[in-house]
């Protein structure tokens, strides 16, 4: 894919996920209340909301979109894409629920099962990752408030990633999700590194904070879909880092015949 094209998509992709990161926020900032994920929950309509926004602005494009709601579209049909979206409107739905911030857009391009470009937007912090195979990987603050969103705003040294950090060796896990595997892997890392610090944080924001350069590990002994990983993968890889299947010790593919994740590494180096 030529530069230019990859720049009009890199725009196009940032617009949608603000646009739906502002659907989710409407609802975010009510005075809402959930007790189970329903047809009918503010959770689902911030889902959807952000669904149909994304959907509305990639489809322009041409490239098939997968996500949850399409989940069920054949793999005999799938795989003769060369590209298509892997979006997830709204990542972290129990960070939603609690209210902690920790939820994010996930956009990305796969081309022949790669990650080549990813997206992901922080609605509560107004932060936008993103990072392109062959070009870098770069995180915008306060990105509603740019005059216009291109990418001579978006790439450039001042947001380029990894940010050099001052820091213990660090690993940073799921909020919500802590399996007794990963609790092994940490303790053998305590052995080989000394001091090791442990963050917890939700969503994709694990993936984004060792793209950041504020995290060296990122284990995931549990499940988790494509749609999950997709962008954050884009990132970190474009950054320098890896994303490794732990069975296979190769980095991990999408559009997959099974969605279904397996155990993965995420690593700085």
Known sequence: MELQKKKE??????????????AILEIYNSDFAVEHKDDKSPLTEADKQSHLAIVAMLKETGIP???????????????????????????????????????????????????????IYVPVK???????????????????ALEEISTEKLLNDETKLPKAVDRKYTIVGSRSHMSPETEQFIGAKRVE????????????????????????????????MEWDTAAGQAIVEAMGGKVIDWETKIA??????????????????
Not at 70 to 97: A, C, H, N, Q, S
Not at 129 to 140: A, I, T
């Open 252 to 269: 991990m593919k999408y559009n997959r015949k099974d969605l279904l994740n397996k155990w993965f590494l995420v690593t700085k180096s």
């Open 193 to 224: 590194q000394g001091e090791v610090e442990m963050i917890s944080v939700g969503s994709s924001l694990k993936l984004c904070m060792v793209a950041e350069g504020l995290a060296d590990d990122y284990p995931r002994f549990a499940p988790t």
């Open 126 to 144: 107004d932060d936008l990752y993103l990072g392109v195979q062959k070009v870098g990987s770069f995180k915008v603050e306060a990105f509603s």
């Open 65 to 119: 979109i997968l996500s949850e709601e399409g989940r069920d579209i054949p793999f005999e049909e799938r795989k003769d894409w060369d590209y298509l979206w892997m979006i997830d409107p709204l990542d972290g739905t129990k960070e939603f629920v609690k209210r902690n911030g920790e939820f994010t857009v996930n956009i990305a391009l796969i081309h022949n099962q790669k990650a080549i470009m990813g997206i």
């Open 9 to 22: 998509l890199i725009e196009l992709c940032s617009r949608a996920a603000l646009v739906a990161g502002k």
